[in-house]
Each structure stands twice: as C-alpha cells, then as structure tokens.
C-alpha cells in the first residue's frame, strides 16, 4: 500500500502539470484515498495490537496470583 502511495505521489510530481485539471484533480482524489486507508489501516492494526496486549497480560497476571495461592 505505501509502495502505490509514493507512486501515485510520484506520478502527481512527474505529471501533475501535464494532465488535465480533471484528471488532475482525480489522481489527487486517489491519493488522498488511499492515504486515509493507510491510516486507517495503521490505526487499526495498532488498536488490535493493544487490545492482544491487554488480554495477554491479563492472563499473565491470573497466572501469578495462581502461582502466589498455592
């Protein structure tokens, strides 16, 4: 996704004054889109990321008191 990113960053630099306003102003669209589905992607995994944080450690300290009792 970051690789289609830069290209499309890219090609805006490269072509941006050789296209049409329209077409333009679509690739522009494009970008932004796939920017926020970056980010989107990256919150999201992140969230997930701390959510398996949270649960793994709530185990891990179920397990201590386990071992404390006895």
Known sequence: MQREIQSL???????GTL??????????REYQRKVKEL???????REELR????????????DV???IEE
């Open 9 to 15: 960053k890219d090609e805006l630099e490269r072509k």
């Open 19 to 28: 296209l049409s306003e329209e077409a333009r102003r679509e690739k522009e």
């Open 39 to 45: 980010d989107r992607f990256v919150r999201d995994s």
């Open 51 to 62: 959510q398996m944080e949270r649960e793994m450690t709530a185990k891990i300290l179920k």
């Open 65 to 67: 008191e386990r071992v």
